[in-house]
């Protein structure tokens, strides 16, 4: 399942990035926070308007906002 799918408040694990999908500056800037393959996540909310943009990311003690066409090049598996 992708990022973007994924339960609220469901820990999980990244184990896969298309990297490709994204441009080059925001991957960096994902892989800098720490969102890459391996990493520990949860979604702890979701945007209320139409595209239910963004997500707020739980990941360690620190909570990121990422756009869901982030997440959803992101594989995860609940743990």
């Avoid at 969102?35 to 943009?53: M, T």
Wanted: proline letters at 4%.
């Amino acid at each position: 399942m992708t990022l973007d799918n994924l339960p609220l408040e469901t820990p999980a694990r990244i184990l896969a990035v298309d990297w490709s999908a994204l441009v080059a500056e925001e991957a960096q800037r994902l892989r800098a926070l720490g969102l890459d393959v391996g990493a520990r996540i949860s979604v702890s909310h979701r945007g209320v308007w139409a595209g239910r943009d963004p997500l707020a990311i739980t990941i360690g003690r620190m909570t990121v906002a990422l756009r869901r066409v982030h997440a959803k090049a992101m594989t995860v598996e609940a743990i």
